[in-house]
């Protein structure tokens, strides 16, 4: 299978506890994006890198949430002292860029995340 | 400030009826339009796009959407839907260069398509 894949798919955890999520992008794309879905709304963007570089990240990434793209392949988001609110689908996908020319962003299957 | 919004949030048709799904967005510059689709238990995956160019756009599936630039709008179609077209739909913008290409979702648009 040569699409984005996510792990773990589901994750749950209590209050207080760090979790960590891996994506693996599709090969040779150097665009990564994190979103996050909450139930009933659309995935809203959280960060993205260029690359192993860290471009922009949303508000909506609290100074518990830090992601990183070591070597420019996979990424990993961590989220420390996890809230209940922290409670999502939270969505990796991956694009080529070349020059100011993109291609659309394909999506991995997610990790649920619940916190108790 | 950029944002997509989806007019209808369940929309449950029987199969054969004609769907129209409603999508208008706000956004200053080039716009690039897309129409994802999630079926249950599966990841979103692209339907259509619009980058340019001739404005009703012909995805998978037998769906197709036409950008209206004079109403910010990009609304999804089908004549005719089956069962298997029972999931949730987001309609999405993309930013320029400069913004990183992120996407904008809208809220998504479940719908049911009852055999």
């Known amino acids: 299978d040569t699409g984005v894949s996510q792990d773990p798919r589901h994750k749950i955890t209590k209050r207080g506890q760090n979790v960590t999520f891996r994506c693996d992008p599709i090969s040779e794309h150097n665009r990564l994006y994190w979103y996050r879905q909450t139930l009933g709304q659309g995935p809203e963007f959280l960060t993205y890198f260029q690359n192993e570089a860290q471009l922009e990240k949303s508000r909506l990434l609290s100074d518990r949430f830090s992601a990183e793209r070591p070597k420019g392949s996979f990424s990993t988001l961590e989220i420390q002292r996890t809230e209940q609110g922290d409670s999502a689908m939270y969505l990796c996908a991956s694009s080529l860029i070349r020059g100011r020319k993109f291609n659309e962003q394909f999506f991995g299957p997610g990790t649920r995340l619940t916190v108790l | 400030a950029q944002s997509v919004s989806q007019h209808n949030h369940h929309v449950i048709l029987s199969e054969a009826a004609s769907l129209e799904l409603g999508c208008n967005y706000s956004?200053?510059?080039?716009?690039?339009l897309f129409w994802y689709v999630q079926y249950p238990g599966q990841h979103l995956q692209l339907l259509l796009k619009?980058?340019?160019?001739?404005?009703l756009v012909k995805g998978i599936k037998g769906f197709e959407a036409e950008f209206i630039k004079s109403k910010f709008s990009f609304n999804l179609r089908k004549p005719s839907v089956q069962w298997s077209d029972t999931a949730e739909y987001f309609c999405?913008?993309?930013?320029?260069?400069?913004?990183?290409?992120?996407?904008?979702f809208g809220q998504g648009t479940e719908l049911s398509v009852k055999p």
């Open positions: 619009y980058f340019s160019g001739d404005p």
């Open positions: 999405a913008v993309k930013t320029g260069y400069n913004q990183g290409g992120k996407l904008i």
């Open positions: 956004y200053g510059g080039t716009v690039n």
